[in-house]
């Protein structure tokens, strides 16, 4: 059944089977136990995994090219490279005009390449708080997903990781929290920015109530300010792509990745019973379309855009919304793509007197050459870190915050937080000059958004309108929001020796009514998406997955991927779309007893 393709072989050279097609017409077989849709971050994880069992055959369907040989996709220094719009590895997708946030349209970045978004993002690892994963069992009557229970798929994703430099990394995390042996490599930053480190560690000295130090924001109690990890193991990016598709595993005899494979829809022969029987997705390449079969399961990992579209386009949605379109109801699941949660970010920036920011290599091509060189050489030096910053602190707004008047608190408990606040050695401005940023997001939305179709083109893009900011409690709060990062730039730390000069904005100097303004106009979406394909419990009048991610209604039709979690967590995504997916890949085994 599996032929060894040679044209894939000159690109991963010394390697015997590389079964990474880039080209249908090399595809040994188009009938599998397991179709997996989009080889993002989740699912090279499910595909990964259920081939360690070697009865069942597994194909991934990727619309993007491979991640083999993007530098940028490699150097976390470079990483906008890999993500911004107008790459060749990007989705450009723009997102509707946000009300909320003055009714500005955004690029909304999404990784078309293999490893998905675990190819081009910020590379930082924060999973969130135990009450995120405890409001999901709540909410879906499955205590499977509760902190205690998620927290060894946790371990497993994870290999810690010496940092780049091999700076003494203790007081700095806590090693009883992570896990040393599985496949996404975790490190500290390995590129010191001390000067602005220093301080930043002092502020928390200086305002321990406020801003108190946490050893470890991934404990599941994360708040504080802390060091940020990553998921970087030896100054290189470690993705789903690197490390759940090694050499090794794409050896394995019942795993083919197909590349350049874009999934329209599932094809229905008329009514919902008969999917149990013909489980197949369709794929287009180029002008040629064709079918590929599961006989087993069609698993959705296409991620929190892709695979509310796909589910649309196959008839699996809302039917008064499908039918505007002429799209044939299969199955009436008016959840399929709303309850859309994301952050808002919006940057405070001041001007430094100091050489030691970003900007030292960003605006100095002699520097960033040698940089670059460096890293090119040995790995080391500045371009092993992204752009993230150097801490992030986790907030809440105060216990008595005439806010929670406005609405009830929304976040999951009082462990969780409101707020993060990324603290970067760098600025936004563009201009000539050093800079510092602290920036700050509302992680606890109560705002929700949409994904839906334009049309019944299944190749057009869909509707992506993300509601940022269109909860006035999600603006005000954002606005609170603001005032703590203005608190965090008071301290002694960063103003006894004229460290801090001039902000770009002079926010201090506004009042309510313009801060909340300026927040409108200046915040943008965090790329955290989630929500459009969510759990809920079993028999639950909304919702698209039950807890065990089957699609209600349908069988042998998964979704594992961000879409399921119903509410965006306090953190950015991939550490809590991993454990989806390494959970999720063992719900799949139970149910076939693999
Ligand atoms: C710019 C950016 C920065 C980010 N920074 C961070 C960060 O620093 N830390 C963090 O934790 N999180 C970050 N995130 C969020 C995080 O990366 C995502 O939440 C997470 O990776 C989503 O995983 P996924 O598997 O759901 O989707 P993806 O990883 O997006 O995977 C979906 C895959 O499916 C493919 N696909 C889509 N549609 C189809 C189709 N029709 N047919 C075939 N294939 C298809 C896509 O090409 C993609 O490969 C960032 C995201 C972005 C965009
Ligand atoms: C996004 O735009 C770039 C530049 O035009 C292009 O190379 C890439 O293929 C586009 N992505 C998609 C999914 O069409
Ligand atoms: C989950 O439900 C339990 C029992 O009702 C409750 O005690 C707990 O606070 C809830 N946790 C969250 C995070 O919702
Ligand atoms: C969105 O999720 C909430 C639970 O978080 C639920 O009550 C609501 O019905 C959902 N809305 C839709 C349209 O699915
Ligand atoms: C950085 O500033 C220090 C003093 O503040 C100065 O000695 C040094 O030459 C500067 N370095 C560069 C690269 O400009
Ligand atoms: C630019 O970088 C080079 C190499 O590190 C350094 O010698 C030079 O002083 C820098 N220029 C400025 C203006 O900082
Ligand atoms: C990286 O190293 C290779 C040789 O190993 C060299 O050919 C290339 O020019 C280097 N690139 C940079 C940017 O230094
Ligand atoms: C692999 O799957 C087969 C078929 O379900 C099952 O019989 C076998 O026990 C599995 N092997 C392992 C090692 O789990």
Redesign the pocket.
């Known amino acids: 059944m599996f032929a060894p393709a040679l044209t894939i072989l000159s690109f991963f050279s010394g390697v015997a089977f590389c079964k990474v097609y880039e080209d249908v017409a090399d595809l040994p077989s188009l009938h599998y136990d397991f179709v997996i849709?989009?080889?993002?971050?989740?699912?090279?994880?499910v595909a990964s995994r259920l081939t360690e069992n070697s009865s069942v055959s597994v194909l991934v369907?990727?619309?993007?090219p491979t991640n083999k040989g993007v530098l940028d996709a490699q150097v976390p220094f470079l990483?906008?490279g890999v993500?911004?719009t107008g790459t060749p590895y990007s989705?450009n997708y723009t997102t509707t005009p946000q009300t909320g946030a003055d009714g500005h349209v955004f690029d909304?970045?999404?990784?078309?390449?293999?490893?998905?978004?675990?190819?081009?993002?910020?590379?930082?690892?924060?999973r969130g708080a135990a009450e995120d994963f405890d409001r999901y069992a709540n909410l879906t009557g499955d205590q499977g997903w509760s902190w205690n229970q998620i927290f060894p798929y946790f371990l497993k994703n994870e290999q810690w990781t010496a940092p780049a430099d091999n700076h003494n990394t203790q007081g700095q995390f806590n090693p009883a929290v992570h896990g040393t042996s599985g496949p996404i490599e975790v490190s500290l930053s390995g590129f010191s920015w001390t000067e602005f480190e220093r301080r930043v560690i002092q502020t928390t000295n200086e305002f321990p109530n406020e801003f108190p130090f946490n050893l470890d924001m991934n404990s599941g109690q994360p708040l504080g300010i802390g060091w940020l990890q990553?998921?970087i193991g030896h100054g290189e990016r470690s993705s789903?792509a690197t490390g759940y598709l090694t050499p090794e595993i794409l050896r394995r005899p019942n795993l083919d990745v197909l590349l350049h494979?874009?999934?329209?829809d599932m094809v229905r022969p008329g009514l919902v019973r008969r999917i149990h029987t013909a489980h197949t997705a369709i794929?287009?390449a180029g002008t040629s379309l064709f079918i590929a079969r599961a006989s087993k399961e069609i698993i959705l990992?296409?991620?929190?855009?892709?695979?509310p579209?796909?589910l649309l386009n196959s008839g699996i949605g809302d039917h008064t919304a499908l039918a505007a379109l002429g799209i044939p109801t299969v199955l009436n699941l008016p959840s399929v793509g709303k309850n859309v949660s994301e952050h808002a970010y919006t940057g405070l920036s001041w001007a430094v007197n100091s050489n030691q920011t970003v900007e030292s290599i960003t605006q100095n091509a002699t520097r960033y050459n040698e940089a670059f060189a460096e890293w090119n050489r040995s790995h080391t030096g500045p371009f092993v870190d992204?752009s993230?910053g150097t801490h992030a602190g986790w907030l809440r707004l105060n216990a008595d915050s005439p806010l929670f008047n406005v609405h009830a608190d929304p976040s999951p408990g009082p462990d969780a937080p409101h707020f993060e606040m990324l603290l970067q050695p760098f600025g936004f401005a563009g201009t000539q000059g050093h800079f510092v940023s602290f920036t700050m997001a509302m992680v606890s939305p109560v705002s929700r958004g949409s994904v839906t179709l334009s049309s019944n083109d299944?190749?057009a893009a869909p509707v992506i309108d993300l509601g940022l900011l269109s909860s006035e409690f999600d603006a005000l709060a954002l606005t609170e929001g603001v005032k703590l990062a203005l608190k965090f730039a008071t301290a002694p730390a960063w103003n006894h020796d004229g460290y801090l000069g001039a902000p770009t904005v002079d926010l201090a100097a506004m009042s309510h009514a313009e801060l909340l303004a300026h927040v409108r106009a200046n915040s943008g979406p965090?790329?955290?998406?989630?929500g459009t394909a969510g759990m809920s419990a079993r028999g639950a009048q909304y919702g698209v997955v039950d807890p065990d991610l089957k699609v209600k209604g349908i069988a042998g039709l998964r979704v594992?991927?961000?879409?399921v979690l119903p509410i965006v967590p306090g953190?950015?995504?991939?550490?809590?779309?991993?454990v989806?997916?390494e959970r999720g890949a063992d719900l799949v085994k139970q149910t076939w007893a693999l």
């Open positions: 849709v989009g080889g993002g971050t989740a699912g090279n994880v369907l990727e619309a993007g990483s906008n993500s911004d989705w909304y970045l999404r990784g078309y390449l293999l490893g998905g978004c675990s190819s081009h993002n910020g590379l930082a690892y924060t990553y998921t789903s494979a874009q999934v329209s794929r287009h990992s296409a991620g929190a855009i892709g695979t579209q796909i992204p993230p299944p190749f965090g790329y955290h998406i989630v594992i991927d961000a879409s953190a950015h995504t991939q550490a809590a779309t991993y989806v997916a």
